[in-house]
């Protein structure tokens, strides 16, 4: 987990939790530190492979943050909506408030959002690319992809 420095007096990290395990350790740990709310923002790696990661990714969030932003991961030649609608389905095997959850497919413009939305003393959680240095877009493009760069990028926006 990388913590990403700014002037705003909210917590930014970012993670690469991109398993059951290691997101639920990522928001378990931010949750252990002092904050007003902990905004989570995360997808789903698309293929037809571990489907069932992003219902469970869904319900993890749902447990323990405050507000979710939906985004896209490593779309490949998946349904960027298909999968967000797949979190936001276990999302909502929780008592999570339904108005507390936004899905914006465009991972920076998510970025920026989560960033925006942060007021002093909020936490804002980043997972599923921390370490990749490549985003897979629709039609399984790829681009250069430095999550903590983008983080430091959008927070010079606001």
Not at 28 to 39: D, Q, S, T
Not at 60 to 87: F, L, M, Q, R, W
Not at 89 to 103: A, Y
């Amino acid at each position: 987990m990388v913590p990403v420095e700014n002037t705003r007096g909210i917590s930014s990290f970012v993670d690469y939790g991109c398993e059951p395990a290691t997101f639920k350790a990522a928001l378990l740990a931010v949750k252990e530190l002092p904050h007003k709310r902990i905004i989570h923002m995360f997808g789903s790696t698309g293929g037809h492979r571990d489907k069932q990661k992003r219902f469970i990714f869904g319900e993890t969030s749902g447990k323990y943050a405050d507000y979710i932003i939906v985004t896209n991961d490593d779309i490949y030649d998946s349904d960027p909506g298909e999968i967000a609608s797949n979190i936001r389905k276990g999302i909502s095997n929780t008592q999570f408030p339904i108005s507390n959850v936004e899905t914006i497919l465009d991972r920076r413009e998510a970025i920026h959002h989560a960033l925006k939305i942060a007021q002093a003393g909020d936490i804002v959680l980043i997972t599923g690319k921390g370490s990749e240095q490549f985003l897979s877009l629709p039609g399984n493009e790829k681009i250069i992809w430095d999550e903590v760069a983008v983080v430091k990028d959008e927070l010079n926006k606001i």
